[in-house]
Nanobody, 115 residues
């Protein structure tokens, strides 16, 4: 069993920045992929960004050029740097990790972008 704990969410003005962190109780070095998802009210959960074991990254079109996913294997932590935030980025952000032995989710952290 792996626990994922997100932090770093909050209220920010449009154009501002936030950095989300996801601390894993298991080794992310052996994870297949780590990702950040988000879910806005009334909408489906969507992939925001993902990073593979080898370090390849993938982003949703809506965040390309503004968000950056990274990881620190030594700290078992995945980050999401969010710049130039827009109101439409408001959502609960969830950390996800896929290991050979399971797929795990964090509890989510709220990001609210005000105009």
């Amino acid at each position: 069993q792996v626990q994922l704990v997100e932090s770093g969410g909050g209220l920010v003005q449009a154009g501002g920045s936030l950095r989300l962190s996801c601390a894993a109780s298991g080794s992310i070095f052996i994870s297949n992929v780590m990702g950040w998802y988000r879910q806005a009210p009334g909408k489906q959960r969507e992939l925001v960004a993902a990073i593979t074991r080898g370090g390849s990254t993938q982003y949703a079109d809506s965040v390309k050029g503004r968000f950056t996913i990274s990881k620190d294997n030594a700290k078992n932590t995945v980050y999401l740097q969010m710049n130039s935030l827009k109101r439409e980025d408001t959502a609960v952000y969830y950390c996800n990790g896929v290991w050979a032995y399971g797929n795990y989710w964090g509890q989510g952290t709220q990001v609210t972008v005000s105009s």
